[in-house]
């Protein structure tokens, strides 16, 4: 049932994406000078001579194909393995092969400090050392190196660079977990969503609510949290509260009484193991003896 309702918010989180762009500094506000020419705006390129190089070799191969060469050919005349080959003809344009080290988007450890990061950079804190030494009580596990690149590239950039907003998985993550769990700087920006979304808070209160009523077994909280769910407009839930009301009785009855079937389930899980090492090659009576007589 926690699961069905981990799936069920990061759903209600999806939703609500937009949402999650209040943890970006808005940056459109202040004067930004135009890129230099040389540069294209929307490239999702970090080097522009890498991406000319392989926008060179996929119209190369490209117009091989269309003369009617194969790959095989493609590869000897070319001299490139047959990988590369494959790649460069099954991505449709060239801004499909961009990944790793040359793409704009990369995660890094860094990614949830740099909201941290841009507000102390907002305040007038310019320097990188000082700001490292502050992030690494918060839970910061990576290099000195990290943070100076991000400021030295803030400071030479000609475009704004802000943080990006964080995945609504991670989001879901906040929410499931115990606030006692979560980084100080964790509970900063799930606090910050949840001021700025009251579907997003309405769903931490139903999801926390549940928590209290799974580990204290009170089973006989159920109803009103069903009643509670339906009143806020948060389809994912709705879709989960339906599906747990078909089944009330038992579900109240697994919330509230000490026994589960947790040994039955095993037991079952036990015979179906046993079933796929005969490879579907033996028959009952065969399968009938290894359950009874196995250790």
């Given at each position: 049932?926690?699961?069905n309702?981990?799936?069920?918010?990061?759903r209600?989180?999806?939703?609500?994406?937009?949402c999650?762009?209040?943890?970006?500094?808005?940056?459109?506000?202040?004067?930004?000078?135009?890129?230099?020419?040389?540069?294209?705006?929307?490239?999702p390129?970090?080097?522009?001579r890498?991406?000319?190089?392989?926008?060179?070799?996929?119209?190369?191969?490209?117009?091989?194909?269309?003369a009617?060469?194969s790959?095989?050919?493609i590869?000897?005349q070319?001299q490139m393995?047959?990988?590369?080959v494959?790649?460069l003809?099954?991505?449709?344009?060239?801004?499909?092969l961009?990944?790793?080290?040359?793409?704009?988007n990369?995660?890094?450890?860094?990614d949830e400090?740099?909201?941290y990061?841009?507000?102390?950079?907002?305040?007038?804190?310019t320097?990188?050392w000082?700001?490292?030494?502050?992030?690494?009580?918060?839970?910061?596990?990576?290099?000195?190196?990290?943070?100076?690149a991000y400021?030295?590239?803030k400071?030479t950039?000609?475009?704004?660079?802000a943080?990006?907003?964080?995945?609504?998985r991670v989001?879901?993550?906040?929410?499931?977990?115990?606030?006692?769990?979560?980084?100080?700087i964790?509970?900063?920006r799930?606090?910050?969503?949840?001021?700025?979304?009251p579907?997003?808070d309405?769903?931490t209160g139903?999801?926390?609510?549940?928590?209290?009523?799974?580990t204290?077994?009170?089973?006989?909280?159920?109803?009103?949290?069903l009643?509670?769910?339906?009143?806020?407009?948060?389809p994912?839930?709705h879709?989960?509260a339906?599906s747990?009301?078909?089944?009330?009785d038992?579900?109240?009855a697994?919330?509230?009484?000490?026994?589960n079937?947790g040994?039955?389930?095993g037991?079952?899980?036990?015979?179906k193991?046993?079933?796929r090492?005969m490879?579907?090659?033996?028959?009952?009576?065969?399968?009938r003896?290894?359950?009874?007589?196995?250790?």
């Amino acid at each position: 049932m926690w699961h069905n309702l981990g799936e069920a918010a990061e759903r209600a989180v999806a939703r609500h994406r937009q949402c999650l762009r209040v943890l970006v500094p808005d940056r459109e506000a202040k004067a930004e000078p135009p890129a230099p020419p040389e540069e294209k705006a929307d490239s999702p390129w970090r080097s522009e001579r890498f991406a000319n190089r392989v926008r060179a070799r996929h119209a190369t191969v490209h117009a091989l194909l269309e003369a009617g060469h194969s790959r095989r050919s493609i590869g000897r005349q070319l001299q490139m393995t047959h990988r590369t080959v494959k790649s460069l003809t099954d991505a449709a344009k060239p801004e499909d092969l961009f990944r790793g080290q040359w793409k704009h988007n990369r995660t890094s450890v860094l990614d949830e400090y740099k909201a941290y990061l841009d507000e102390r950079w907002d305040e007038g804190c310019t320097n990188a050392w000082k700001l490292w030494k502050e992030i690494v009580p918060l839970g910061y596990r990576g290099s000195y190196g990290r943070v100076s690149a991000y400021l030295r590239e803030k400071r030479t950039s000609p475009r704004p660079v802000a943080a990006q907003q964080p995945a609504p998985r991670v989001v879901t993550r906040w929410i499931l977990s115990r606030p006692e769990t979560l980084t100080e700087i964790e509970q900063l920006r799930l606090k910050t969503v949840l001021a700025n979304c009251p579907e997003l808070d309405a769903l931490t209160g139903h999801v926390r609510s549940f928590a209290r009523m799974l580990t204290e077994r009170q089973g006989e909280r159920l109803p009103q949290w069903l009643d509670a769910v339906r009143q806020d407009d948060l389809p994912s839930l709705h879709t989960l509260a339906a599906s747990i009301d078909r089944g009330r009785d038992a579900v109240i009855a697994g919330l509230t009484l000490p026994w589960n079937s947790g040994v039955i389930e095993g037991l079952v899980n036990r015979i179906k193991m046993l079933k796929r090492q005969m490879f579907g090659r033996a028959g009952f009576g065969l399968l009938r003896k290894r359950v009874l007589l196995a250790p």
